[in-house]
């Protein structure tokens, strides 16, 4: 993705409200044709964003551009760009078909043309044709989502805008139509940019995820980056369930935890790291017969037991701290509660992050 | 008969219903049947004063009320639907004073206000009185005249259009206008495909709820109009005062009732509320 030379650019794009800096100072480059996600709690900034590339806000300094075109003030009207909100906004007194026919219709298209190309287009959705006369509002949750996708891609935008369209669906409906909206990302060959506040949904779509907090881009990266090698606690604590203690290093090259008072083989250290958080996730831990089975062990008491599906999470304590520790369901762990046990981990598994 | 809970919690809306709304309907409309200049319910039921009424002038009268209510609705359509856009859309802070000084008029008696028009356009009136000593303009005053009744009724009636007309167009989810101008509409397409229809609520409500006030407007035509115009209401009155025919009177209210209530039936099967709300 990164060769292809970039549709949209942001150069430091700032939006003010007040003396407020929803977003601030942001520059990214987003490839023709990626899945471009962007992540942030509720206030972080992404929705300000979103509007702003798409032509219903005005940044108070900095630049758009698309395909190079300073894009600041055209309205969004005039944008090569379509948005599905997060209400999906449908037209509530139109059909399904005039519902995707809008753009077609406003562009001054032929019925005969504009229903063949809205058929098409429930046809890739997989809508049923007979829906094409119902009321939008008789639509499932599921169908509306796809309707509201249908009618921006009649639109026929260079990109497509989507503001959490998903965070309103039912987990189990939800995953189904994230990896949906991949696949017709994968037909369509346009460029998706996506906000939500689920990294975990972010994840599953994603070329790339931008994450965002307090108005600022901490970290660009593909999914695998982010969770891998997130560049600090709070993208590190997005992805999910994460142990993070707070470490300081010693003058022997070791790190010392206040929390568990344990003396800690660390992973590369970043230049000039003196304290900090040592992130490990729970699948990196695991349950160890003797200390020495592992870089990094601590002994603490087996204090409780989640089962997550595929995956079963252990809760460990260790003196004043607690660690998650998560295994196959096929390799559960077999020790009782309150058992005192040893976990550990591999120095090379874990982060070591400043913020 | 064990009524529900809810039943029984019914009861007193329901009693004040017969006493207060059915029972004097029932009376009007058995007095229409009642033998003419009789004041009593036990006469023998006819339909003279239907007769009467098809044989005679009355239905001049009635489409005096029916074309001013259109007109006056008409008109009010048109100054209101702005206005109430403007006070959704437009004018922000200010629409709460706006808002005040549309509905303060409504503390005041109706006829007060009328009179206050009639000074206010009589000759040598506020109006023209001024303009002719500050200006020497000699105008002829529309006091009495068909257009001075629809002024009043405009007047009058603005409130009853406006508000729903205002509640209708702020029911407009910003999302569906966002993505409308977003699919490529410019402001007129936004309006017209949008905002437009999904303000229909609003607008039907307001259109039945003044045709049905202007249809039984009287003071109007009697203070503004000098009487030159003399709707159905006035006729009833007649037939109930100077004239002292109760059975007529009822009769050309019953009728009255029958062509309001079948237009606003006809009105509401082409604009079905629920389509418009969606719910359908």
Not at chain 1, 165 to 184: F, H, Q
Not at chain 1, 254 to 261: E, I, Q, Y
Not at chain 2, 141 to 157: E, H, R, T
Not at chain 2, 242 to 259: D, I
């Amino acid at each position: 993705m990164a060769e292809a030379s970039p549709i949209l650019s942001l150069k430091s794009v700032r939006k003010m409200f007040g003396a407020h800096a929803a977003v601030d100072s942001i520059d990214l480059d987003i490839a023709e044709g990626e899945f471009f996600t962007i992540v942030g709690p509720s206030g972080s900034g992404k929705t300000t964003m979103l509007r702003m590339l798409a032509g219903m806000d005005t940044p108070t300094s900095g630049d758009i551009l698309l395909r190079g075109e300073r894009i600041n003030d055209l309205p969004a009207n005039k944008r090569p760009t379509c948005m599905v909100f997060q209400s999906l906004a449908l037209f509530p007194h139109r059909t399904v078909g005039q519902n995707i026919e809008f753009p077609l219709k406003i562009r001054g298209e032929v019925p005969e043309s504009r229903k063949a190309r809205a058929l098409q287009l429930m046809d890739l959705l997989r809508l049923p044709q007979s829906y094409y006369a119902k009321n939008v509002l008789k639509c499932s949750g599921g169908e509306r989502q796809r309707v509201a996708l249908a009618r921006a891609l009649a639109y026929d935008p260079q990109i497509l805008f989507f503001d959490e369209p998903l965070s309103a669906i039912d987990y189990k409906l939800r995953k189904t139509l994230e990896k949906e909206l991949k696949d017709i990302h994968r037909e369509t060959k346009k460029t998706f940019v996506y906000i939500t506040h689920s990294l975990e949904e972010a994840m599953v779509m994603s070329d790339r995820i931008g994450v965002m907090r307090a108005g600022k881009l901490v970290q660009v990266g593909t999914p695998h980056q982010i969770y891998s090698a997130p560049n600090t606690r709070f993208v590190s604590e997005f992805v999910g369930d994460v142990n993070v203690l707070p470490v300081s290093l010693d003058t022997d090259g070791r790190l010392h935890s206040r929390l568990t008072g344990a003396r800690l083989k660390p992973p590369p250290v970043p230049e000039g790291f003196s304290e900090g958080h040592l992130v490990i996730r729970p699948e990196f831990l695991r349950f160890l017969a003797k200390a020495a089975d592992a870089d990094n062990a601590v002994s603490g008491r087996l204090y409780n037991e989640y089962v997550l599906g595929s995956r079963i999470q252990y809760q460990v304590r260790v003196g004043e701290g607690v660690f998650a520790v998560e295994k196959l369901r096929q390799q559960a762990f077999t020790g009782k509660l309150d058992d005192d046990v040893i976990i550990g981990w591999d120095a090379k598994d874990a982060i070591l992050v400043t913020d | 008969m064990r009524l529900s809970q809810g039943g029984k919690s019914a009861i007193p809306v329901v009693l004040f219903l017969i006493v207060g709304f059915a029972a004097p309907l029932l009376a009007v409309i058995w007095f229409s049947f009642m033998p003419p200049r009789s004041f009593s319910f036990g006469g023998a039921p006819t339909l003279e004063n239907y007769a009467t009424i098809f044989q005679g002038t009355n239905y001049i009268s009635f489409l005096w009320s029916l074309s001013l209510a259109v007109t006056a609705v008409a008109l009010l359509a048109l100054v209101c639907y702005p206005v109430a856009y403007g006070l959704v859309r437009v004018f922000g802070k200010w629409a709460m004073l706006l808002t005040l000084l549309f509905t303060i008029p409504l503390f005041v008696s109706e006829n007060i206000r009328l009179y206050g028009w009639v000074l206010f356009l009589i000759k040598n009136g506020v109006l023209l009185g001024t303009l002719k000593s500050m200006f020497g303009l000699q105008l002829e005053s529309i006091l009495f005249s068909l257009p001075a009744i629809i002024l009043g009724m405009v007047y009058v009636y603005l409130p009853f259009m406006l508000f729903p007309m205002t509640l209708g167009i702020s029911m407009v989810p910003n999302e569906t206008r966002d993505a409308a101008f977003d699919l490529g509409a410019s402001r007129w397409q936004v309006f017209k495909e949008v905002e437009l229809p999904l303000s229909m609520p609003g607008v039907v409500i307001g259109f039945l709820l003044t045709f049905v006030l202007a249809i039984g407007a009287i003071a109007e035509a009697k203070v503004l109009g000098g009487q030159r115009v003399i709707p159905i209401t006035h006729d009833i009155e007649i037939a109930f005062t100077y004239s002292q025919n109760w059975p007529l009177g009822a009769a050309l209210s019953v009728l009255l009732m029958l062509v309001v209530g079948v237009l606003v039936l006809l009105a509401l099967r082409r604009f079905d509320l629920d389509t418009f709300l969606g719910r359908r």
